[in-house]
């Protein structure tokens, strides 16, 4: 019984295929001419990809020449905006310095001015005192002197 399925299995497997290729042509003159057609139009096609790839590359070698720059222009930028900081430093220690100096000048004037008066002051003080007294004494003597009386009254120190 084994051998009859095997046999049985052999001609369903075989007679298809004996079948398909009974009335065919295999393989024509003009199936070549074609399937050479395809291979130049698949070459081309090849060609154009790899052309594309190296535009691509190029492209990408831009792109990176590109980013170069970039890096070159940021690291300028860095370089210009540590020079504003110095010079933003040295501005602010200038004005701090020109402010303390104008202070500490108007102090001085200050001062020196409160130092210079002084001493007139005390002398204007000491000349009026002085005057004060004169007065009195001129008038003290004016009480017993008339003609001293009536010179003090016309130059009206006396009323």
Not at 5 to 16: A, E, Q
Not at 104 to 125: C, H, N, Q, Y
Not at 135 to 158: D, Q, S, T, V
């Amino acid at each position: 019984m084994n051998y009859i399925t095997y046999l049985f299995l052999f001609l369903l497997i075989l007679l298809p295929v004996h079948g398909s290729f009974a009335g065919e042509v295999p393989y024509t003159l003009e199936d070549r001419d074609r399937l050479i057609r395809v291979e130049a139009k698949v070459e081309q096609i090849d060609k154009r990809l790899d052309q594309v790839d190296k535009r691509f590359e190029q492209i990408d070698k831009r792109f990176e020449q590109v980013d170069k720059r970039f890096e070159q222009i940021d690291k300028r930028f860095e370089m210009v905006d540590s020079r504003i900081g110095r010079l933003e430093s040295v501005m602010m220690w200038g004005f701090g310095l020109l402010f303390t100096t104008m202070v500490g000048l108007v102090g001085f004037v200050l001062w020196d001015r409160r130092t210079a008066l002084a001493p007139a002051i005390k002398e204007s003080k000491e000349l009026r005192e002085r005057e004060e007294r004169i007065e009195r004494a001129l008038r003290e003597f004016a009480e017993k002197e008339p003609r001293l009386a009536e010179a003090l009254r016309h130059a009206n120190l006396m009323s």
